[in-house]
């Protein structure tokens, strides 16, 4: 069975910084691309950074120059590195990874989510 499991959310003021944490578990044979997400209330899911398993990565134009996206392929793991926070940036985080196990075909997997709360 696979797992994603973030980690590192809280609450921080306007101007800080949070660094998020996602890890792979489980039977994985292989991982492509690996992203992060956020869902505001009342609002869709969206991109925020993601990155490929060379780590060529992509941001959101909201968050250029603000945030970081990294991996670790021998953990399974992948970052975000969050700083000048601003109160829009409150959202759930989700990490998100296209990966293969071992009993089945490349899919995409989703983590369970981890709160950015910014305010004053």
């Known amino acids: 069975q696979v797992q994603l499991v973030e980690s590192g959310g809280g609450l921080v003021q306007p101007g800080g910084s949070l660094r998020l944490a996602c890890a792979a578990s489980?039977?994985?044979?292989?991982?492509?691309?690996m992203g992060w997400y956020r869902q505001a209330p009342g609002k869709q899911r969206e991109l925020v950074a993601d990155i490929t398993s060379t780590g060529s990565a992509n941001y959101a134009d909201s968050v250029k120059g603000r945030f970081t996206i990294s991996r670790d392929n021998a953990k399974n793991m992948v970052f975000l590195q969050m700083s000048g926070l601003k109160p829009e940036d409150t959202a759930v985080y989700y990490c998100?990874?296209?990966?293969?196990?071992?009993?089945?075909?490349?899919?995409?997997?989703w983590g369970q989510g981890t709160q950015v709360t910014v305010s004053s």
């Open positions: 489980g039977s994985i044979v292989g991982i492509n691309a």
């Open positions: 998100k990874a296209n990966l293969r196990p071992l009993w089945n075909a490349w899919s995409d997997y």
